[in-house]
């Protein structure tokens, strides 16, 4: 089992600190899952348990610069390993003017991602920083518990206001209540709402658009035949909805989130080589 990566350009090399960083802000500790050609970063809190989960997913090809890898075996050629998000993410603050970072699985005591930070200096020689970042190795018999979430069968699916708006809504009624409403239709209106005993506030967004859900076997979402005024709404936990605010440093192009009713809200966030998705659950 090997891997090790480089990257060299700087645009590529923020923008991998970026996603790292968000990924930290929703998750303590996450799954890397390494294969030939994309990179994943896995959460599954088992949603059953009210957890959130998360599946973010990026080309390789797109911000490395090398990026060679050997799996577990022959036809399981990837690699599943258990880190700290934070950690990457802080190892990676020490590269914003870096000429290359390598990226190498080591095993020196324990399993360890190596991140050697190659800086600028002055003299002819380069100052290398290198950090040792823990990891879990996961097992192949334990692999199928991060397979890929599948979509839900939902009632809406929505296009997101801006984030920063929706952001700042959030913020101000996170002081009043642990739960907001999120409500939709398939009129491109949503509802972010919370009531407690002494206040209930609601913000009210309009012409958002809903994605057109070509599905192939034409059952995709149960949203077909639905009347488009009537709202799909959610109740969940404020906290997770803005840590997922909170952490975006993606700059998504394209911002969605797909309700099943009173079960569970399904964000997707896009942008060219990053999708990030994340999951969650309703609170009965």
Same mark, same amino acid.
Request: glycine share 4%.
């Given at each position: 089992?090997?891997?090790?990566?480089?990257?060299?350009?700087?645009?590529?090399?923020?923008?991998?600190?970026?996603?790292?960083?968000?990924?930290?802000?929703?998750?303590?500790?996450?799954?890397?899952?390494?294969?030939?050609?994309?990179?994943?970063?896995?959460?599954?809190?088992?949603?059953?348990?009210?957890?959130?989960?998360?599946?973010?997913?990026?080309?390789?090809?797109?911000?490395?610069?090398?990026?060679?890898?050997?799996?577990?075996?022959?036809?399981?050629?990837?690699?599943?390993?258990?880190?700290?998000?934070?950690?990457?993410?802080?190892?990676?603050?020490?590269?914003?003017?870096?000429?290359?970072?390598?990226?190498?699985?080591?095993?020196?005591?324990?399993?360890?991602?190596?991140?050697?930070?190659?800086?600028?200096?002055?003299?002819?020689?380069?100052?290398?920083?290198?950090?040792?970042?823990?990891?879990?190795?996961?097992?192949?018999?334990?692999?199928?518990?991060?397979?890929?979430?599948?979509?839900?069968?939902?009632?809406?699916?929505?296009?997101?206001?801006?984030?920063?708006?929706?952001?700042?809504?959030?913020?101000?009624?996170?002081?009043?209540?642990?739960?907001?409403?999120?409500? %939709?239709?398939?009129? #491109?209106?949503?509802?972010?709402?919370?009531?407690? /005993? *002494?206040? =209930?506030? $609601?913000?009210?967004?309009? &012409?958002?658009?809903?994605?057109?859900? %070509?599905?192939?076997? #034409?059952?995709?979402?149960?949203?077909?035949?639905? /009347? *488009?005024? =009537?709202? $799909?709404?959610?109740?969940? &936990?404020?906290?997770?909805?803005?840590?997922?605010?909170?952490?975006?440093?993606?700059?998504?192009?394209?911002?969605?989130?797909?309700?099943?009713?009173?079960?569970?809200?399904?964000?997707?966030?896009?942008?060219?080589?990053?999708?990030?998705?994340?999951?969650?659950?309703?609170?009965?």
């Amino acid at each position: 089992m090997r891997f090790r990566a480089k990257i060299v350009d700087l645009a590529c090399l923020n923008h991998f600190s970026r996603i790292i960083n968000t990924i930290a802000k929703l998750a303590k500790t996450c799954i890397l899952r390494l294969t030939i050609f994309k990179l994943y970063f896995i959460l599954s809190d088992k949603v059953a348990n009210g957890g959130a989960s998360m599946w973010c997913e990026l080309t390789q090809g797109n911000f490395f610069d090398e990026f060679q890898m050997e799996g577990v075996a022959a036809e399981h050629n990837e690699i599943y390993l258990e880190l700290v998000p934070e950690n990457l993410s802080r190892a990676l603050k020490t590269a914003q003017s870096a000429n290359a970072v390598k990226i190498k699985l080591t095993n020196k005591h324990c399993p360890c991602l190596r991140v050697a930070v190659e800086l600028p200096s002055l003299s002819s020689s380069s100052r290398i920083v290198t950090h040792d970042i823990p990891v879990g190795v996961i097992p192949r018999r334990m692999w199928n518990d991060f397979r890929e979430p599948s979509v839900p069968d939902f009632d809406v699916s929505i296009y997101l206001p801006v984030l920063k708006t929706m952001k700042s809504v959030v913020e101000r009624m996170k002081n009043l209540s642990n739960f907001i409403v999120i409500e %939709a239709n398939l009129s #491109g209106e949503m509802n972010l709402k919370i009531e407690t /005993d *002494l206040v =209930s506030v $609601a913000t009210h967004f309009k &012409d958002l658009g809903n994605p057109s859900w %070509a599905s192939e076997d #034409g059952c995709q979402s149960s949203s077909q035949g639905r /009347d *488009l005024e =009537s709202m $799909a709404e959610a109740c969940i &936990d404020i906290k997770k909805l803005q840590q997922l605010l909170a952490g975006q440093q993606v700059n998504p192009t394209k911002a969605l989130c797909n309700i099943v009713h009173r079960r569970i809200v399904h964000f997707i966030l896009l942008h060219e080589e990053v999708s990030l998705q994340y999951f969650i659950p309703a609170i009965a």
